[in-house]
């Protein structure tokens, strides 16, 4: 075999107002929500160094204000 890099990108796919984790069918499981590169992101075909943290802010925020906003 041939030695190679691998990591994964991407992952859950979320509703991208609320960062809300979406089933198969595409709605929403509410309250479950996902940030970061546990969802799909910034860069979700390609690591670019760095961007996770971008991810990471973005996402984080966005679910973060939708969670308040429920309560």
Request: proline share 3%.
């Amino acid at each position: 075999g041939v030695p190679g890099t691998f990591i994964s990108l991407g992952g859950l796919v979320v509703d991208e107002e609320t960062g809300e984790v979406k089933r198969a069918d595409g709605s929403v499981i509410p309250g479950l929500y996902a940030a970061g590169r546990t969802a799909v992101g910034v860069c979700s075909e390609k690591y670019v160094s760095g961007l996770s943290i971008a991810d990471c802010a973005f996402s984080g925020r966005r679910a973060g204000r939708h969670a308040a906003q429920r309560s």
